[in-house]
């Protein structure tokens, strides 16, 4: 992946700036920033998967510390640090299947915070509107036409998501972006899960929970149900409606997701 350097003053210049730094962060090191996009998809892959219990800011949230004030964290340059803990897991931090890009995109958006002394704005150009929206265009009609329309259910969602910021997290990773009091986080499709039952017997409903030894679903008249699971018996197929959307965080060049967002924000 490209990692153009971009030239931005890792620390603000000018005088309450500094005052800002003036803190034992004075001992972290200096960072180059990463490219804005590599940030962005970061941001979106942490959004899913990592902010629940790191928080947004990852300063910690429910049922996870700080990343901002580990030493891992810290020393790490590119993900090379933090790869092998995202892909162990930790007590209390499930494993995750993501790909050394992914993980690169991560920790560039863990280590924006830094970079940027907590304040990841001062990081970003003054917009990101910076691609070609005719490419754009064309890439949305290549990859998202086949679920989403222009003059359908995206008609004017520029109006509705007016933050451009936003705007790009959201089609990069619906869901994950509302938490930084933005508009109405969009409403998500539930997760679907249908268990085959030795008889042949198939109940369906919205995913509740899964683990190693049951799985539990709520079926489209409310019953709430549970099964116990024993390896593949009963058999468990999960739906999630946006897994198209993960599945394409890894595929979006730098490029691409400018160009997306130059064209997604013209839908007004
Ligand atoms: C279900 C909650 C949960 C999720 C989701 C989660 N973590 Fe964690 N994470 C934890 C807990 C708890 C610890 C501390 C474990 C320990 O004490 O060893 C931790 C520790 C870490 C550490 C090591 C910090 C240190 O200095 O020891 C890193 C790095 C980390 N998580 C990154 C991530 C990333 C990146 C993601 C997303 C891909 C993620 N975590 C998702 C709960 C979570
Ligand atoms: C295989 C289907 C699929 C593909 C391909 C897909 N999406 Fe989505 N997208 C969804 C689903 C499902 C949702 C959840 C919300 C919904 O049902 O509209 C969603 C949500 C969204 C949202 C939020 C919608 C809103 O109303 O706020 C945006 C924006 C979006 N996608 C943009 C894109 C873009 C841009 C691409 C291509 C780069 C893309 N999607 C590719 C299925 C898809």
Redesign the pocket.
Known sequence: MASTLHAQPAQPPGGRGRGAITSPRNAYPDRAPADPAAIERGKALYGVNCQFCHGADTRGGDGGPSLLRSSTVLDDQNGELIAPIVRSGRPGMPKFTLGDDQIKDVAAFVHSFRAAGYDEARLRPPSIIVGDSKAGEA??NA??A???STTG??RG?ASRIPDERLLQQ??LM?GSGGSRGGPPP?T??PIMVTVTLPSGEMVAGKLDRLDDFTVSLITADGTHRSFRTNGNTPRVDVRD??Q??RD?LGVYTDADIHN?TAF?VTLK
Request: proline content about 17%; some cysteine.
């Open positions: 890439f949305f990859r998202c086949s679920c989403h259910d995206l969602l959201t089609w619906p969009v998500l499709p409606p946006l198209p959307h394409l997306v997604l």
